[in-house]
């Protein structure tokens, strides 16, 4: 399974970015899908959370300003950031979950500026 993340980049504060990542296989209607992040010199967090039975879970960090959503005809998940903050900056990963197997992309990375 190979996923590959895009739509990082370089924003103001404030300002919104949409992630975007392609999965693969004939598994991926059957996978819950994430979105991680890694900022400098901190641990890898979870993000957003789209299961495969719909629904969506997110960290209290990211509430209210970020959206999952997923397309399982396009195999795609998305991840809308909206008021972004600086310390949303981080690398983003996406991660496909088939009944506790993991896969990953490559991270993406979002910076936003103050």
């Known amino acids: 399974v190979q996923l590959q993340a895009s739509g990082g980049g370089l924003v103001q504060a404030g300002g919104s970015l949409r992630l975007s990542c392609a999965g693969s296989g004939s598994i991926f209607s059957d996978s819950a899908m994430r979105w991680y992040r890694q900022a400098p010199g901190k641990q890898r967090e979870l993000v957003a959370t789209f299961t495969a039975a719909g629904r969506t879970s997110y960290a209290d960090s990211v509430k209210g300003r970020f959206t999952i959503s997923r397309d399982n005809a396009k195999k795609m998940v998305y991840l809308q950031m909206n008021s972004l903050k600086p310390e949303d900056t981080a690398d983003y990963y996406c991660?496909?979950?088939?009944?506790?197997?993991?896969?990953w992309g490559q991270g993406t990375l979002v910076t936003v500026s103050s």
């Open positions: 991660n496909q979950n088939y009944f506790g197997y993991d896969y």
